[in-house]
C-alpha cells in the first residue's frame, strides 16, 4: 500500500526519491521485509519501464536514475534477484540496451553500471 501510495504522489520523480532514500531503506528495513512484499519487483519493474528507449518521453537523467537503481538493487540482494531468474534478465537486458543507444552519456554510465555489477 505504501509503495502504491507514494508512487502516484511523486510518478514523476519516483524513481530518483527511491535512489536517494535507497540507502537508508536498505539500513533500516530488514531485507526480509523488502523482498517478501514485492518491493524489489515493483522497483525493478518501475524502473525497466523509465528506463525504455522512447527518448519523446524520458530523458537521459531519468533513464541514468532507472539504470543505476536497478542495479543498486540487484547488488544489495543479490541472492533474492539472481534467484528469480527473469528479473536478472530484465536488468542485463536493460544495461545492454542502454549500451547501444545514441545518447554517449547513457552508454557511458550502462557501461560504468555493468563493470559495477561485475565487481
Same mark, same amino acid.
Given at each position: ?53 522512447? +527518448?519523446? %518521453? $524520458?530523458?537521459?537523467?531519468? =533513464?541514468?536514475?532507472? *539504470?543505476? !537503481?536497478?542495479?543498486?538493487?540487484? #547488488? ?17 537486458? +536493460?544495461? %545492454? $540496451?542502454?549500451?547501444?543507444? =545514441?545518447?554517449?552519456? *547513457?552508454? !557511458?554510465?550502462?557501461?560504468?553500471? #555493468? ?5
Amino acid at each position: 500500500m505504501y509503495k502504491d501510495e507514494l508512487f502516484h504522489q511523486c510518478s514523476n520523480d519516483y524513481v530518483r526519491l527511491i535512489l536517494e532514500i535507497f540507502p537508508k531503506i536498505k539500513q533500516q528495513i530488514d531485507s526480509q521485509i523488502i523482498t517478501g512484499c514485492g518491493l524489489i519487483e515493483h522497483w525493478i519493474e518501475t524502473c525497466a519501464r523509465q528506463a525504455e528507449n522512447d +527518448m519523446s %518521453k $524520458r530523458n537521459v537523467d531519468d =533513464r541514468i536514475a532507472a *539504470l543505476t !537503481l536497478m542495479t543498486e538493487v540487484w #547488488l544489495s540482494f543479490t541472492h533474492y534477484v539472481d534467484s528469480k531468474e527473469e528479473m536478472a534478465n530484465t536488468i542485463l537486458f +536493460m544495461l %545492454k $540496451r542502454a549500451l547501444r543507444e =545514441r545518447s554517449h552519456v *547513457l552508454r !557511458l554510465h550502462a557501461t560504468g553500471l #555493468l563493470f559495477t555489477a561485475l565487481d
